[in-house]
């Protein structure tokens, strides 16, 4: 039987999170074996802020290197970037035609950039769920691994399809979002009502992947629990100590309950120094490996070349069948 297809990316803004981590790329090498998977690095949506370009291109060849020490094995996933596969710009101009502006009006994500980015509203921002409808529609993808946060943007990306599909027949496959339970949404450390964003300002409410065993012991010391003094899980009301329960949980593959168990009796002390050792044996590994392949940016090169070839050769195909479907003059 044919292997589903999967599609999912990250934006390639600087450090990422142990959010992205356990909310998107360690779930990504759980597929990888199952699915074949198209993992790009979002290189275009990161237009919407004004970046530094040298440091853009930098932090896309990072995200390759970390995409790989992770644990993406580059023979078995098509690793790529978006900006060099002309289907996703071409297939959004064309999905844009087929998109309200009420719909991209209610995007909550469209509402916090504004309000952060009030000096640069511009229409990229608006039309950034239209991009990232063409990037999985142009795989034809079934399913889309992402945190909580993208869910929105998944839902509009399904309405589009089946819109496009209800006027001029089947063309897209009506893609799943894939959201794990657990780790959907990590939160801050020093906000745990918000969840760990690259873009906060504090230090202390992310961890990011290439901080020191020094700082993560550091952060989650310093992370805001609250007086009960007992490791029990209640988002609602001990939002900070159960957010670092799930990021133990993940990691050690354990349930809430058999967390609760192991740290009964235990102060949050012990478990703060607990959840900081996990995340940093966790990452120590990734770390080593991020650094050894930015030695080789050759390497990164060849990733990513392949990548780009398999990508182009599939998306292009959807491509010229939606071309086709709306009129426009194709060559054979
Ligand atoms: P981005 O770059 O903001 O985030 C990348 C992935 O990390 C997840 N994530 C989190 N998960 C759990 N807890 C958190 N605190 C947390 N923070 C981030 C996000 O949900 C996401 O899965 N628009 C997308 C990139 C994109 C894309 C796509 C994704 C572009 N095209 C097509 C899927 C399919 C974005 O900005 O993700």
Redesign the pocket.
């Known amino acids: 039987m044919e292997k589903k297809t999967i599609?999912?990316?990250?934006?390639a803004?600087g450090a990422l999170?142990l959010?992205?981590y356990?909310?998107?790329l360690n779930n990504w090498v759980e597929m990888q074996d199952q699915y074949d998977c198209y993992y790009?690095i979002?290189d275009l949506?990161t237009l919407t802020i004004r970046n530094n370009p040298e440091a853009l291109r930098e932090n896309t060849l990072k995200l390759i290197a970390l995409y790989v020490a992770s644990g993406l094995d580059p023979e078995k996933n098509t690793i790529f970037i978006?900006s060099h596969i002309p289907a996703h710009t071409s297939l959004s101009w064309i999905l844009n035609c087929y998109t309200y502006m009420g719909e991209l009006n209610r995007m909550t994500q469209f509402k916090d950039k504004s309000a952060k980015h009030a000096d640069n509203i511009n229409s990229g921002l608006f039309t950034?769920p239209v991009?990232?409808a063409a990037?999985?529609l142009a795989y034809n993808a079934d399913l889309?691994?992402?945190?909580?946060?993208?869910k929105q943007?998944l839902e509009i990306t399904r309405d589009i399809a089946e819109r496009f599909n209800s006027i001029y027949g089947e063309t897209f496959k009506i893609p799943q979002v894939y959201i794990a339970k657990d780790?959907?949404?990590?939160?801050g450390l020093q906000n745990p009502t918000a969840?760990?964003?690259?873009s906060a300002e504090d230090p202390m409410d992310k961890i990011l992947l290439t901080d020191t065993p020094d700082d993560i012991r550091k952060k989650f010391k310093k992370a805001v629990t609250d007086s009960e003094n007992c490791v029990r899980f209640d988002k609602e009301n001990k939002p900070g100590v159960s957010n670092l329960m799930s990021i133990y949980g993940i990691i050690k593959n354990k349930t809430m309950e058999e967390v609760e168990k192991e740290f009964e009796g235990q102060g949050y002390g012990v478990f703060k120094t607990a959840v900081a050792e996990t995340v940093i044996e966790r990452l120590e590994p990734i770390q080593k490996k991020y650094n050894d392949l930015l030695e080789n940016p050759e390497k990164l090169k060849q990733i990513y070349k392949k990548g780009d070839k398999k990508a182009k050769e599939k998306s292009d195909k959807i491509l010229k069948e939606v071309c086709k479907k709306v009129g426009l003059v194709i060559e054979e």
Do not use: E, F, W
Request: proline letters at 3%.
């Open positions: 599609l999912s990316g990250i934006q803004t999170t959010g992205n356990l909310g998107a790009m979002a949506h978006q950034y991009l990232m990037d999985i889309v691994p992402v945190g909580d946060d993208q943007h780790g959907a949404r990590i939160m969840k760990m964003s690259k």
